[in-house]
């Protein structure tokens, strides 16, 4: 099974390629087979897409079997690449929202919610759960 990030946001959503110089991660629209996403985000919502740590999409620290494992070097790269594309965005109540999940789970009723500064994803040790939508401020 692959993982897949997916990010909602009130304001546009660049797409971000993945280059010899930035290889962690790449930003897509949200593909058609994964539009029932959606309806998982906030109703504010307007703008959606799919993050990929790899060509697969796995690569993003989770909690689950590995966790006695330490976070790799690749998946802190990831995590850093991530939240400086998010770092900066507008938005009053919230920056963006984040879901991770298997590739076919998207139909799937998310089990947690939580809301976190950005900075919350560059600390040292932290993972997604999967199947949690996690709603991002803007760090004070």
């Known amino acids: 099974m692959c993982q897949r990030l997916y990010i909602a946001s ?11 110089e930035s ?34 999409g796995c690569g993003f620290p989770e909690l689950g079997d590995h966790q006695a494992r330490a976070v790799s070097k690749d998946e802190e790269q990831t995590m850093g690449a991530l939240s400086a594309y998010l770092e900066g965005r507008p938005g009053r109540r919230y920056v963006a929202e984040l879901l991770l999940c298997w590739i076919g789970d998207e139909g799937a009723r998310p089990e947690h919610r ?27």
Not at 10 to 20: S, Y
Not at 29 to 46: I, K, N, Q, Y
């Open 10 to 20: 009130t304001t546009a959503l660049p797409p971000r390629r993945r280059t010899g």
């Open 23 to 56: 290889p962690h991660l790449e930003i897509a629209p949200l593909s058609t087979e994964a539009a029932g996403v959606r309806r998982w985000f906030s109703s504010d919502a307007t703008h959606f897409a799919e993050a990929l740590a790899s060509a697969c």
């Open 114 to 140: 939580r809301e976190v500064e950005i900075k919350t994803l560059r600390a040292s040790g932290f993972r997604f759960r999967r199947s949690e939508v996690l709603r991002l401020r803007a760090d004070r």
